[in-house]
């Protein structure tokens, strides 16, 4: 019986001992706030994308935590329980807010904590309220708002910029098509390549240059003119001279003479118009020169001996002007019989 008590006092005091040893070990592991390790709760109106346990943390973009509990609350709110790293969070306040953003190019999403001027410190425990302070970009979220503008904005005014087109094009159409002929036109009708014609414009440009450059070598040989430069008032007075007497002058003399001989006038009409009567048609007097020599041309004819006149002279009606031409041929041409039917 006492052996029986002795082990079970020597059991209680090793089960004593393993719960003090358990104890610290126990909070060491689950409850690491004590040392180097920070745990605080955020009360927001929403969560993001991907925002679950286990979820990094970040800061400044490095990781400095992890989410270790995500719980629904009243109202539609959420309740998260972040674990951080508290040296590497010692710059952050109660004033922080928070983004939801992607941690990779994969989407995986993180919290990522920003830092904001003035509040307190973060302590252990601590619970912040973060309405209005969460901005929620997860790819989620940006492909949603995407959507949303694609299918509100996009898509109306896209139908509509279409529609605007289709009618502008429309309006163009006889534009177009006299583009379309004019480059038909132009196609059955150019009788030489587009490289000989872009030849023929650049030597052109190449005369319009010097020409130009001609054109103010002229004028500034005219303003380096002696007297133009050294004596302008001769100059002056020479172009008076010329506007108000020379050319004033003729002007008086072509008044007085139109006034003396303006009834002479009438006079010279029947001359003019009888002048005008004795000069042929141009294309009539055209067309009979142009047959005249198309006649002439047709009666030489290129031979090896020179050009000789195609001319033959008919003397069958003449005998004593023929025989001494012709000879026998001719006497004999004379004497033949005529053929049945002939005249």
């Not at 993001?48 to 979820?55: P, Q, T």
């Not at 973060?122 to 708002?145: E, H, P, S, W």
């Not at 001989?261 to 048609?281: C, G």
Request: net charge negative; no cysteine.
């Amino acid at each position: 019986m006492e052996t029986t008590r002795n082990r079970a006092r020597a059991a209680g005091a090793a089960l004593a001992a393993l719960l003090v040893l358990a104890v610290p070990a126990w909070n060491v592991y689950t409850d690491r706030s004590t040392g180097d390790r920070i745990r605080i709760q955020l009360r927001t109106e929403q969560t993001g994308e991907g925002i679950v346990a286990g979820a990094s943390v970040r800061y400044d973009g490095v990781a400095v935590g992890e989410i270790t509990e995500v719980a629904p609350i009243d109202q539609g709110r959420q309740l998260l329980t972040l674990e951080l790293d508290r040296a590497q969070t010692a710059g952050l306040t109660d004033a922080l807010s928070v983004d939801y953003a992607p941690e990779n190019l994969f989407g995986v999403s993180a919290v990522a904590l920003r830092k904001a001027e003035g509040g307190a410190a973060l302590r252990d425990g601590q619970l912040i309220d973060l309405a209005g302070k969460v901005t929620d970009v997860t790819m989620g979220a940006l492909l949603r708002q995407l959507t949303s503008t694609a299918t509100d904005v996009l898509t109306p005014k896209l139908t509509e910029l279409l529609t605007q087109v289709n009618g502008d094009l429309r309006a163009f159409t006889p534009m177009l098509q006299a583009v379309i002929m004019l480059n038909t036109v132009v196609a059955d009708t150019q009788q030489y390549p587009v490289s000989y014609l872009l030849g023929r414009y650049s030597e052109f440009f190449d005369g319009f240059g010097e020409f130009t450059s001609s054109t103010f070598k002229l004028a500034k040989a005219i303003m380096d003119i002696e007297v133009f430069v050294n004596d302008r008032d001769r100059y002056n007075a020479s172009i008076d001279m010329l506007r108000n007497g020379a050319l004033g002058g003729i002007a008086n003399v072509l008044n007085v003479a139109g006034t003396h001989f303006a009834a002479s006038t009438d006079q010279l009409a029947p001359t003019v118009q009888a002048l005008a009567d004795t000069i042929a048609d141009p294309a009539a007097a055209r067309a009979q020169v142009t047959e005249m020599i198309e006649r002439l041309h047709r009666v030489f004819a290129d031979t090896p001996n020179g050009p000789t006149v195609n001319l033959a002279v008919t003397l069958k009606g003449v005998p004593a002007v023929g025989i001494p031409m012709l000879g026998q041929q001719a006497f004999a041409a004379l004497t033949a019989p005529a053929t049945e039917g002939g005249r």
